[in-house]
């Protein structure tokens, strides 16, 4: 992450927190090389029970960032600080967890418990990717605009192509107000992480066509060398001049176009950002509530078991 | 037709003249209540339909026989219309008054039409409204011609042509743009008379096509024609119709003021606010002509009643105790050996000589406003830096100022007449040095407001004022060790100018011949390199520039320019160099100013910050003291920045994160930027925009709802919301979904008044901002522009 005078979450206070993390796991690390059960390393023994212990506080203080975060008012630390420490106490989680076990692994509710814990960090880790790339990205596709004013614009570049299109016959107005209902702004789930199919070119083409059209009528018309009466070249002419007119107002029509379907480029590149931003979440917070159910079941089974 | 001969003649029948007359009428005396128009109180008659109309002061009693609390427009208008009837009040209805002539005892009121009266007394209670403009030309009067707007909803799928330019004639047609077709004439070609959030509200309607302007055009004839109503208007291509169903002209008001001189009553000055001066029994310099209500400077309803009261009893030859001595009595109940109010108001503004040229009603009402305060010895008063704007004027005792903040025993004394805390006034920055009560010591604590008004109003304190306030800063900021004699040179050559936003003080290659000590405002200093402007330093109000040039010699090495707009006060760099020969210790002052500076702009010039720093003082950075700044590069769009302000602020958030411009990845929503002199608080009628004693401007309980600071701010961050005390439960959204913490808006389904709501930099929270303090990333803070720039030059 880019340095900004603002400071971001990772390097709150000198890094606090990846200290105190690093700290965490090398004491983990020199007690779990110390220690030497009779049994062999396992969540038994006495460290074995330290390192269960400060792994399920862990997790309990991990997951209690969704409340902190909503409290608005309260004035425990900042929720940058809160969050700087989740991260870094959470991947120290690791080495914590993954010493607890003594390395005994097997088809059980305990693993079951550490696996959804990995899958929760390794959800959160990719969200440390993506909010260090994204915003740059949103802000570099979203320039000085946003969101809000680029959807008006669309819109309103909508009126403005029916409008112009009015007068241009019911080919034109079939093909502009078909254009205006088939664009496509953001979508279901995979439209937005994949980005909806980009505006088609049927418009602009057929546009294209009728301009083509419309100008060689006009152009091929005035010099027919078969039209031999004043009166018939001066019908001639007006209509020439209509069929330029209709060629130049199809010619801004596709300009009108081509800019909305640029703005809607850039809207939908928006949402794609902002869910590819997003979505992480929603497999880290449910993890996260699979986990504390897994830690529960965990839990009560290691004492009734006992 | 009135004719005839009476005690009393009250012009005006507001609710001063009213209340006057209902006295009049109560005892028994021979009166007769001159009215233009076929109603009473024609300012209040024309209020919007069921507004609601306030009782202010709270604290000061009704004094009058007709009845006043505060309510709805009709209820106060029925109570009036009932009261003087009963009463029997001699009312002249459609009696306009044209001129007032003759002496006390005998004076002749000539009306319009020609009929006169003759009056012993008259009392004049005409306020400043003055006469509605009219249109100028044939048809003005046509019953589809208007001028007032009183529910724009009234009117549906008409064409209608709004007359004029100013605010009110903006505020009716956007109103009215919603369902009619709607034509804005303006004779000129701008609306530079609008405040800034109409003049871009009329800006956008047009562009947006909602409604039309027809710029440097005049209406030359409005006529019903066979063909239906008509407005013929001169355009500069030549005349043209336009076919309407209605014209609305809002052309302002005619000042009463030539008339009231016509009547030989004097004004104390040219300023088109002042009003004349009276006595304490509200008599004019014309003996035996009375002014009463918001002539004589007293714009509230209740005063101007309790005025109508009173002004009765004393042309009976009665004394009365004015309403307001119960309030004066509670303002000097901190020095209890004064039991004479009227002797110690004396005592007062003869003790301290700004307070001199008042009336003593003006006095009056200036203590009211302010507040006495006898402070222990030693207690401060105000600390170095504290956002305070208050004015102070010792009455008896003295007051020691801290000179120098590294050592607190270096002291200036001030003693009995001075006055302290105008720095702060007139900057708009924090207070310059502590201050702490010396023996004895009496003080007059003015609120910002009053004092404001009073310099306005009375051109005498504002000149005494500007020159202790000149010479303060000039010794403060160059000479502080030097006695006041060695400066008068420099004193008498300084001059105060004003530049507006973006105005040249100096530019680059100039012959340095002045230095700047700005004195409101702030100004950015550039240099062209490779031929383009680059902003090196942010001034702020309190500094100066242009000391460069002098020191050296040398043309001007830089432009300066007004960030936003500005007064400098100009000293001349002859008497300058001057004193800098004479004295050493000035000399070695300014260039160490000089070298600091040097070395800064070195640094400038190696991490360029230019184009951001230009995109800030765009922003407002120039008259801020503190802005939101959002990092987009860190900013993960979750909006908890919004979210915290709306929870912690009674459901309605006072920041819109996606709004606002962005310059790189640097993004100012749209959130207060706490102004120097913020620009909503110029025109709040109750006066609840406040500083706090941290800096932050806010907006206490007693806003009306009016909408003036939302439309004042140029920076678009006023919402008139309606706050909630109700929070959602997080618990209960976390287990059960519902409404959640910070997305709650049940404003929808409340029914009462909106008011203003806007950033408070979360003042009464413990830890600060809670939009910095919620967001999860470091994306947002908040910074003053020194500390703005500071960091984005990567100096910290």
């Known amino acids: 992450m880019a340095q900004t005078p603002h400071g971001s979450f990772l390097r709150h206070r000198g890094y606090r927190y990846l200290k105190l993390g690093s700290l965490l796991c090398i004491i983990c690390i020199l007690a779990y090389w110390a220690h030497d059960p009779a049994d062999g390393p396992n969540g038994g023994s006495w460290l074995g029970y330290t390192l269960g212990t400060i792994g399920a506080l862990l997790i309990g203080w991990l997951a209690w960032l969704g409340v902190r975060k909503r409290r608005y008012g309260s004035t425990m630390g900042t929720v940058k600080g809160w969050l700087s420490a989740h991260v870094y106490l959470g991947l120290a989680l690791i080495t914590v967890a993954t010493l607890h076990t003594g390395f005994q692994f097997g088809w059980n509710i305990h693993t079951a418990a550490y696996v959804l814990m990995l899958m929760v960090i390794l959800s959160g880790v990719f969200g440390i990717g993506v909010y260090a790339r994204m915003p740059t990205l949103i802000t570099e596709n979203m320039g000085t605009s946003d969101r809000e004013t680029l959807i008006d614009e669309i819109l309103d570049i909508n009126q403005q192509a029916l409008k112009l299109a009015d007068p241009l016959g019911p080919e034109v107005h079939r093909i502009i107000s078909r254009s205006t209902e088939r664009m496509r702004l953001g979508g279901g789930l995979w439209a937005q992480l994949f980005g909806p199919l980009p505006p088609g070119r049927r418009a602009i083409d057929e546009l294209r066509k009728i301009v083509a059209d419309e100008e060689s009528a006009a152009s091929a018309k005035v010099f027919d060398p078969q039209s031999s009466t004043v009166m018939f070249m001066a019908g001639e002419l007006s209509q020439a001049k209509k069929r330029g007119e209709i060629a130049e107002k199809s010619r801004q029509l596709m300009e009108l176009i081509g800019r909305r379907n640029a703005l809607i480029v850039r809207v939908n590149r928006d949402i794609q950002l902002h869910a590819q931003m997003q979505i992480w979440l929603y497999f880290h917070v449910p993890l996260t509530v699979a986990l504390l159910a897994a830690l529960a079941a965990h839990v009560i089974s290691v004492f009734l078991y006992w | ?796």
């Open chain 2, 1 to 796: 037709m009135v004719q005839g001969s009476f005690k009393i003649a009250i012009v005006g029948s507001g609710p001063a003249g009213l209340s006057a007359a209902a006295r009049a009428a109560e005892l028994g005396i021979s009166h007769v209540l001159l009215e233009a128009e076929s109603w009473l109180s024609n300012t209040i008659y024309r209020y919007q339909k069921g507004k609601h109309v306030m009782a202010e002061p709270d604290v000061l009693p009704l004094r009058s026989p007709l009845t006043f609390t505060a309510g709805k427009r009709e209820a106060i208008l029925e109570a009036w219309n009932s009261g003087t009837a009963a009463l029997g009040v001699n009312i002249a209805h459609r009696a306009r008054v044209s001129a007032i002539g003759g002496q006390k005892g005998a004076f002749t009121i000539t009306l319009d039409g020609g009929d006169t009266l003759q009056a012993e007394a008259v009392v004049l209670g005409i306020g400043l409204q003055g006469n509605l403009r009219k249109l100028g030309c044939p048809g003005e009067d046509l019953d589809w011609v208007q001028y007032q707007l009183d529910d724009p909803d009234e009117y549906k799928g008409e064409t209608i042509v709004i007359v004029g330019a100013g605010d009110a004639a903006i505020e009716n047609a956007i109103a009215l743009a919603d369902n009619n077709k709607v034509y804005i004439l303006n004779r000129r070609d701008e609306f530079d008379r609008a405040k800034p959030g109409n003049l871009s509200g009329i800006l956008k309607a047009i562009e947006d096509g909602k409604l039309t302007c027809l710029y440097n055009t005049k209406p030359v004839a409005a006529e019903d024609s066979p063909g239906g109503k008509r407005l013929r208007v001169a355009t500069n291509d030549g005349e043209t119709e336009l076919a309407v169903d209605r014209i609305i002209a809002r052309l302002g008001a005619t000042p009463p003021r030539a008339f009231v001189e016509s009547t030989g009553i004097q004004f104390p000055s040219k300023d088109p606010n002042s009003v004349p001066a009276v006595s304490a029994q509200y008599e004019s310099n014309v003996p035996g002509l009375y002014i009463i209500g918001a002539l004589a400077g007293f714009p509230l309803i209740k005063q101007a009643m309790n005025q109508g009261y009173e002004v009765v009893e004393f042309i009976e030859g009665r004394t009365v105790e004015p309403a307001d001595t119960p309030l004066l009595r509670d303002k000097f109940a901190v020095l209890p050996d004064i039991t004479d109010i009227e002797e110690a108001l004396a005592t007062m503004q003869r003790r301290v000589p700004i307070l001199k040229p008042l009336t003593p009603l003006q006095m009056r009402e200036f203590m009211i406003d302010s507040d006495i305060r006898a402070p222990a010895d030693g207690e401060i008063i105000f600390q170095l830096n504290d956002y305070t704007d208050t004015f102070y004027s010792v009455v008896s005792g003295t007051v020691e100022i801290e000179v120098d903040p590294a050592d607190p025993s270096k002291r200036f004394t001030l003693g009995k007449g001075e006055f302290f805390g105008e720095m702060s006034l007139i900057s708009g920055r924090r207070r310059s040095a502590t201050v702490r009560a010396g023996n004895q010591c009496v003080l007059i604590e003015t609120p910002r407001r009053s004092m404001n008004k009073l310099i306005n109003s009375v051109a005498a304190v504002k000149r005494v004022i500007d020159e202790v306030f000149l010479r303060r800063i000039i010794q403060g900021k160059i000479a502080p060790t030097l006695p006041p004699e060695e400066i008068a040179d420099l004193v008498s050559s300084a001059e105060v100018r004003q530049y507006r936003p973006g105005e040249l003080l100096f530019s680059e290659g100039d012959a340095g011949d002045a230095l700047h000590l700005i004195r409101k405002g702030s100004v950015t200093v550039s240099r062209e390199i490779g031929g383009k402007d680059v902003v090196l330093a942010y001034v702020p109000a309190g500094q100066y520039v242009g000391e460069m040039a002098l020191v050296s010699d040398l043309p001007r090495s830089a432009t300066a320019r007004a960030a936003v707009a500005t007064e400098t006060i100009r000293l001349d760099g002859v008497a300058f160099k001057e004193l800098m020969m004479r004295r050493t210790q000035v000399r070695d002052r300014v260039q160490e100013v000089y070298r600091s500076r040097v070395a800064q702009n070195a640094v400038a010039q190696a991490r360029p910050m230019g184009d951001v720093l230009e995109f800030m003082m765009s922003q407002g950075l120039g008259e801020a003291t503190d802005v939101l700044l959002i990092d987009e590069s860190l900013c993960v769009r979750c909006d908890q920045c919004e979210k915290a302000c709306s929870d912690t602020h009674g459901n309605v958030s006072r920041l819109k994160r996606e709004a606002g411009p962005t310059f790189a990845n640097l993004h100012v929503p749209t959130s207060c930027r706490h102004c120097e002199h913020p620009h909503c608080m110029k025109d709040c009628p109750p006066d609840a925009i406040k500083r706090a004693p941290n800096g932050e401007v806010h907006i206490t309980d007693a806003c009306i709802g009016c909408g003036n600071c939302e439309r004042n701010c140029p920076y678009g961050v006023i919402q008139m919301g309606i706050q909630s005390k109700t929070k959602p439960s997080l618990w209960r959204w976390m287990l059960f979904g519902g409404d959640e913490p910070g997305r709650y808006h049940p404003a929808k389904k409340d029914k009462s008044a909106k008011k203003a709501t806007k950033c408070d930099m979360c003042k009464d929270l413990d830890g600060g901002p809670a939009c910095v303090r919620a967001c999860p990333t470091g994306a947002a803070m908040r910074a003053s522009p020194e500390q703005f720039v500071k960091l984005y030059r990567g100096g910290r």
